[in-house]
Nanobody, 124 residues
Framework: QVQLVESGGGLVQAGGSLRLSCAASGRAFSNYGMGWFRQAPGKEREFVSAISRSGGSTYYTDSVKGRFTISRDNAKNTVYLQMNSLRPEDTAVYYC?????????????????WGQGTQVTVSS
């Protein structure tokens, strides 16, 4: 079992930055690939970014490439999402998730554990 707690969300103007954190507790953090997903009102939850167990491989959805950066610190059991040049369309609840699979995956249904989410609101 893995418990995930996100933090760092908030209200920011377009063009601003936020850094989300996701602290994990429970089983060995380094045994999990980690992902960030988001869900806007009235929309399905969608993939944003993912990182491999070691942090050596990262993946992004096209709309955030060049603006968002995912990273992890296995010593601190934490994964981060640095979000720059934020846009109003980035407004959503952001969730982190843990995946037991060896390969990094980008599908909501394949992740095993989820945090409670943190709200990100970008004003125009």
């Amino acid at each position: 079992q893995v418990q995930l707690v996100e933090s760092g969300g908030g209200l920011v103007q377009a063009g601003g930055s936020l850094r989300l954190s996701c602290a994990a507790s429970g089983r060995a953090f380094s045994n999990y690939g980690m992902g960030w997903f988001r869900q806007a009102p009235g929309k399905e939850r969608e993939f944003v970014s993912a990182i491999s167990r070691s942090g050596g491989s990262t993946y992004y959805t096209d709309s955030v490439k060049g603006r968002f950066t995912i990273s992890r610190d296995n010593a601190k059991n934490t994964v981060y999402l640095q979000m720059n040049s934020l846009r109003p369309e980035d407004t959503a609840v952001y969730y982190c998730a843990a995946d037991r699979a060896v390969l990094v995956r980008t599908t909501v249904a394949t992740y095993d554990y989820w945090g409670q989410g943190t709200q990100v609101t970008v004003s125009s």
